[in-house]
């Protein structure tokens, strides 16, 4: 198993405690050199000793065993497994071949094993380790009482326990460690995840606030500069005949223009922070439903709006209704010019909303095209409340847009005698049939 990766540099991990500690940490080689250096040196010395004074092939056999052995050390961290099983055939064969049992390198095997690997693996090898140890010194005395061999200068018995005793140790303590550095792993690794989470959680905020503020600032732009053009349009119609009404029309673009302006300043103040006077500035609900309707018919759309039932509550579905109203009209404005009548029907009620509008020009154009991205946002909008938004061509010629969504029981807002109801602002003409719609509750400012 590989080392843990090394910590984000954002998580700011404690220091880990010890100099000793620390340092060894930041030099592997230096360790596995001291590490080989321990086994190695004394082995080579003991081999060569015996080499020269009494030189014979199982010498020299168990001189290279302990070059081998030393060898492989150097691999106990990436290839723990190979290295154990390096040095378990060394173990065996040195029973054999050497003067004693060379259980060193196993040692350090069965610890680089729990480390490294897991501690799972580490203790099936002590048990490996355990049955070949046995396995060989009991051959070893069989050989010995039967032919007279006694390649070990000590007992069997002694040096058994004492391979084992030593192996038990390595795994123990490289259980310990081990577990260690996968519990560091598994923490960092959490930090980590924690982290990209955090990262992610705020992008996806970001891209929320702007797709906020973009559907926001469509509203304001959309709808404010078409009414503008409109009536531009017909205040130049009107210069050479009715200069009163073309002035007339002028102040309502001058209006509009800084309604919008002011809507605008209030959106882009909220991103601002600390201004604690854009924070709070009010968003349009249905008490500028009125409003809202006399501009389009300024503009020359002719509008009849019937509201019943109770509106709700909620300063956010107030908004949403407010902008889909705001929106149709918009969009009729723009491709709807030859329309003789544009009819927006509202009904509040207990369970659900639903927000018709409709147009019966029998073709569709418009000098001004938009993008689509009004609908998408309404939708978007509707889709917050689990509703729905359909918009087409209606039977008989016309276009005919439909919002359908639960209504949400929210806490009544505080008063607001600003507010005005839209059958005070925008009563039907004379004539028009509709409905007297009762006052809707006031909205609370945000």
Not at 104 to 130: D, E, K, M
Not at 153 to 168: D, K, R, W, Y
Not at 193 to 205: F, H, N, P, S, V
Request: hydrophobic residues 45%.
């Amino acid at each position: 198993m590989p080392a843990p990766d090394a910590a984000p540099a954002d998580l700011e991990l404690p220091r880990p405690p010890g100099a000793v500690r620390r340092f060894f940490g930041a030099h592997p080689l230096l360790v596995d050199s001291l590490v080989v250096g321990v086994y190695l040196v004394p082995a080579l010395a003991e081999g060569l000793f015996h080499l020269v004074t009494a030189p014979s092939w199982t010498t020299a056999l168990a001189l290279l065993l302990a070059v081998i052995a030393g060898a492989a050390l150097f691999a106990r961290r990436r290839h723990p497994r190979a290295v154990f099983a390096t040095a378990l055939a060394v173990l065996v064969l040195s029973v054999f071949v050497g003067r004693n049992v060379d259980f060193v390198p196993t040692v350090f095997a069965l610890y680089a094993l729990a480390v490294y690997w897991s501690a799972r693996s580490a203790w099936i090898a002590y048990g490996v380790t355990a049955v070949a140890t046995i396995g060989v010194l009991g051959i070893t005395e069989i050989v010995v009482s039967v032919h007279n061999f006694a390649p070990l200068s000590t007992e069997a018995v002694p040096s058994g326990f004492a391979a084992l005793s030593f192996c038990t140790v390595a795994v123990l303590v490289g259980t310990n460690v081990g577990n260690r550095r996968r519990y560091l792993h598994a923490l960092i690794d959490r930090a980590r995840q924690l982290a990209r989470e955090r990262d992610q959680q705020a992008e996806i905020a970001t891209a929320a606030e702007r797709s906020r503020v973009a559907r926001e600032m469509h509203d304001i732009v959309s709808h404010s500069l078409t009414v503008m053009i409109a009536l531009a349009d017909g205040s130049a119609g009107l210069v050479t005949s009715a200069p009163e009404r073309s002035a007339e029309t002028m102040r309502l673009v001058a209006e509009t223009g800084r309604g919008a302006l002011g809507d605008m300043r209030r959106l882009l103040g909220v991103l601002r922070a600390g201004d604690e006077e854009a924070a709070h500035a009010p968003q349009p609900g249905l008490g500028e439903l009125g409003e809202l309707v006399e501009r389009f018919r300024a503009a020359g759309l002719p509008v009849r709006i019937t509201v019943s039932g109770p509106p709700p509550a909620d300063v956010g579905q107030q908004l949403t209704v407010f902008r889909v109203v705001q929106e149709a009209l918009t969009n009729a404005l723009r491709h709807a010019a030859l329309a003789t009548a544009v009819t927006v029907t509202i009904e509040f009620g207990d369970a659900r909303i639903r927000i018709v509008v409709e147009d019966d020009a029998t073709v569709h154009t418009g000098s001004v095209h938009g993008s689509g991205s009004g609908l998408l946002g309404l939708r978007e909008r509707v889709a917050l409340y689990g509703g729905t938004l359909e918009t087409g061509p209606r039977r008989g010629g016309g276009w005919r847009l439909v919002a359908d969504f639960p209504t949400v029981a929210g806490a009544a807002p505080e008063a607001d005698s600003a507010s005005t109801s839209p059958s005070a602002s925008a009563r039907p003409e004379s004539g028009s049939g509709n409905v007297p719609t009762p006052d809707p509750a006031p909205r609370r400012p945000e």
